[in-house]
C-alpha cells in the first residue's frame, strides 16, 4: 500500500496543526467569501429561493439539503454539486458565489449542502469518507443527487461537482470515490484525495494544508484507485484553480493535485500548453491522445484563500469546462467548430478578446479560441481571457456579407444561431448562414454571413 500522510503526535506538531486550523477559521472571518462563511445572504439573491429538502436518503452524518431549480430549467437538466468551505453552509454559498445565476442562464440544477454540525468542515479525513460507500459525508451527498435525479428528473448520465477550501478537497473526494457518477469537477483551493487523512472524522492534517505532504504522481494515483478498487472505467475530467499566495491551504498543493490527477486519467505530467487566459491568471492544459482536455490547473498569481472571486469569470470558465453551458445534457455540444469545406477551424484570432473582432478559419489546433460551445440559449459562445464571448452578426445586421464577429453576450438575436441537420449554421436574426468567404480555404479566411446554399463552406460540425 503506499504511505498515508499523517500527523506528527508530538505536541509541538500538534500545537502548530491547531494554530493552523485557528487560523483558518480566524481568516475565515476575516474574508468570508474566501470559505464560505455563514453571513446574512447578499443583495439581489434571497435564501428563499433555495429548496429545503429532509429525508433525502441515508445519511448518516446529518447533512442538509437545499436544491436551487432555475425557472428554465432543461428536461432532464444536469446537476452540479456545489460545496461550501469551514465556517460556510449551502444557502451561504448560493448567495455568495455565481453558480446559480450560470444555471439561470443554461438551465442545470443544483445542490447546495451543508455540513453538520452546522458551519464545521467535510470529512475529508477518516477512513469512512475516503471509501466508496463507506459512510460519512460523501454517503449523504451522494444520496442528494440520487433523490435529485428521482424527483427532478436529474440526469443521472452529467453529474459535477465543484467547491472551495474544505469544498474543493471534498471535491477530489467524490470524484475518487464515485469517479463513474461524475463526469467532470472543478475544485477551488483545494488538497489532493487521501492528503488529510488522519484516520478520524473532520480531522486536521496540518503538514497537508502547510503544503509539506508531496508524491509522486504514481502514489498519488494508487490512492484514488484504492478508493473504489473494483473500478476500471473512464475517470471524470479535473479543473483545479489555486492562489499563490494562499496561506490557509498551500499553493503547493495544486502541482500535487495536479500530479494525482494527471497520473489517474493517463496523460503526461508534461503540459499540452500553456496561456495566461487573463491577467494574473497561468492555465495549464493536459490533453488526451485524442486532444481533450483532462485535466486543466488555473495558478492565479497574488490571490490569496479567496477563490472563486465572485462577478469574474471564475465560475463561467469551471461551468464551462464542465460543459455545462452546452446545448445538450453533458456537454455533447461543446468542441472545435470545423469548416467541412476547408478541413480547418472557426478561430478566435490570436485569443483576442477586443469585442467586434471578425472571425476566421485557421488550421485545426485544439486551443481556447477554437473552442465553441453552442448553449441552451442558442449561443455561439468561446472562452479567452478569461472572458465568456458570443457569436455575434455585427451590428445586427441582416445582409449578405455580413461579418461574423465576436461581442459581450447579451440573448439578442443576433447571438442566436441553429445548427441545422445539413450542417448549416444560420443566424435566427437573419436567416443568413455562417459562411467562409469566397469559400477559401486559406488559414485567416475571413467568416461572414450568406445566402444558405448548402456549400462546403457553409457547412460545419461541431465537436
Known sequence: MFPRPSINNSRRKRK????????????????????????????????????QISNFGTNPTGLQMHLYVPANAKSNPPILLALHGCQG???YLYSSQDFASLADRYGFLVIYPSTNPSGGCWD????????????????????????????????????????QSSGGMMTNVMLADYPDVFKAGAAFMGVPYHCFYTGSVRGWNGPCAGGQVSMTPQQWGGLVRAADPGYNGPRPRVQLWHGTNDTILNYRNLGEETKMWTDVTGVSQNP?????????????????SAGTTQVEAYSISGAGHELPVKGTAMAANAIHFMGLDATTSGGGNTGRLHAVGAGKCLDDPNSTTTLGTQQQIYSCTGGANQTWTHTSS?????????SVLCLDA?????????????????????????????????GVQSGLCLDVTGASTANGASVELW???????????LG
Open 378 to 386: 442558442n449561443e455561439l459562445t468561446v472562452t479567452v481571457g478569461g
Open 16 to 51: 502548530r496543526s491547531w494554530y493552523l486550523k485557528i487560523r483558518l477559521l480566524a481568516v475565515a472571518a476575516a474574508v468570508g467569501i474566501a470559505v464560505g462563511l455563514s453571513l446574512p445572504a447578499a443583495p439581489g439573491r434571497a435564501a428563499l429561493s433555495l429548496t
Open 124 to 163: 475529508v479525513s477518516s477512513d469512512r469518507a475516503l471509501t466508496r460507500n463507506g459512510g460519512s459525508d460523501p454517503v449523504g451527498l451522494m444520496s442528494m443527487i440520487t433523490y435529485t435525479e428521482q424527483h427532478y428528473g436529474g440526469n443521472p448520465n452529467a453529474v459535477y461537482v465543484t467547491g
Open 89 to 91: 453552509s449551502g444557502p
Open 394 to 426: 455585427y451590428n445586427r445586421g441582416t445582409t449578405i456579407g455580413t461579418k461574423a464577429i465576436v461581442w459581450s453576450c447579451n440573448g439578442q438575436a443576433n447571438q442566436q444561431w441553429n445548427i441545422n441537420s445539413n450542417g448549416t449554421i444560420a
Open 451 to 461: 445566402s444558405c446554399n448548402g456549400g462546403g463552406n457553409q457547412r460545419w460540425t
Open 272 to 288: 499540452s500548453s500553456t496561456d495566461t487566459p487573463a491577467t494574473n491568471w497561468t492555465r495549464t492544459r493536459y490533453n488526451n
